[in-house]
């Protein structure tokens, strides 16, 4: 009998029919940030066991949007844009486990079915949304450039529910893309069993980040941010803002191919 193939299912003989092809995953893209506080209590609250605020700046979040192009190491996917071209929009906080601080994606909403794929692997909690963001562009009047006086918006929905809608306009070049989500991520992986009283059959607790980054210029913006909820997602009521910190802009290109396992769980 063949032996099937692919990264993630569906597994086929050629493994061609899999949702996401084998790492490492090359991704190049447009982030805009807006950094925040909320309250200190509301990110512990979204922490699992055995992982604690942050020391310092514990009520820190960063609401990410990134318009992405991504693909593996044969570049196939950038010649069929539908398998490359994705946008998300997602929550970080700062956290930390056994002396160390991490960054961690507490929300996040995807518009790809890939994304979500690639984010079960990677401990991300992925979900399907819409999500919209200002393109900048070179030439005409249509588009704001990459400098100062830059307009940007950006939009997140879920399940035909506006979420997030941010705004920032750009003033000069920054040092660094914000604070919050410059360190390595913490995730959780885990599955529940098959049977309903079964429990977790996987409980890991992982580490990771990405290499051969390639960043553009980062700039700092004046920010405006508002939060919804929705019957079915928790943004506003889960990390509410009290306190912009300011917002963000960058063009950056990076690469993944891994991570490692900070704690495995018994299940």
Known sequence: MAELGGFLPPHTPSGRSALVPSPPWHYSGDLLTVEYRTDPERVAALLPAGVDPALEDPDAVALIWADWQSCSDGGEELLDPARSQYKEAFAVVRCSH?????????LIWVTTDFAIGRGLHQGYPKKLGSIQMTRPMPHGKAAPRVAAGGRFGATLAAYDHRLATAQITLTEPSETNGFVNDLPM???RQVRAIERDGGLVLDELITMSGYDADLGEPWAADAQLELSDSPWDELASVLPVRE??????????????GGSTVERRPV
């Open 98 to 106: 056994a002396g160390v601080t991490y960054s961690r994606c507490a």
């Open 186 to 188: 913490l995730h959780n």
């Open 244 to 257: 912009i910190i300011g917002g963000f802009y960058r063009q950056v290109g990076v690469s993944w191919n």
